[in-house]
């Protein structure tokens, strides 16, 4: 119900794009969000974003080179990835949920399958 692409493999300082297909009836009303798994580490929270496009909310190594963003009319996500550094590199996970509590702490109803991001320096 979530497929996320634009992954791949770009250079530190580059920027790349996620995008985030939802095929939920309910995607309006749900908190729309991207995690991040590196190798050997756990999933993390990167981003998310309200309902209506707004409130969005950002993990701190990510404030200020990530945006995200997304399209109602099309139940789209994006994750705009600028001025990327190797830490960066992990599957990104596209995930949903009525609720933000819920989605935030990685306990929600929705994933993806994950794209993979490789980040060379």
């Known amino acids: 119900q979530l497929v996320e692409s634009g992954g791949g493999l770009v250079q530190a300082g580059d920027s790349l794009r996620l995008s985030c297909a939802a095929s939920?009836?309910?995607?309006?009303?749900?908190?729309m969000g991207w995690f991040r798994q590196a190798p050997g580490k756990e999933r993390e929270f990167v981003a998310s974003?309200?309902?209506?496009?707004?409130?969005?909310y950002y993990e701190d190594s990510v404030k200020g080179r990530f945006f995200i963003s997304r399209d109602n009319v099309n139940h789209m996500v994006y994750l705009q990835m600028n001025s990327l550094k190797s830490e960066d590199t992990a599957i990104y996970y596209c995930?949903?949920?009525?609720?933000?509590?819920?989605?935030?702490?990685?306990?929600?109803?929705?994933w993806g399958q994950g794209t993979q991001v490789t980040v060379s320096s």
């Open positions: 939920i009836q309910t995607f309006t009303d749900l908190y």
């Open positions: 974003i309200g309902w209506s496009g707004t409130d969005d």
């Open positions: 995930a949903g949920d009525l609720n933000w509590g819920r989605l935030v702490h990685g306990i929600n109803d929705y």
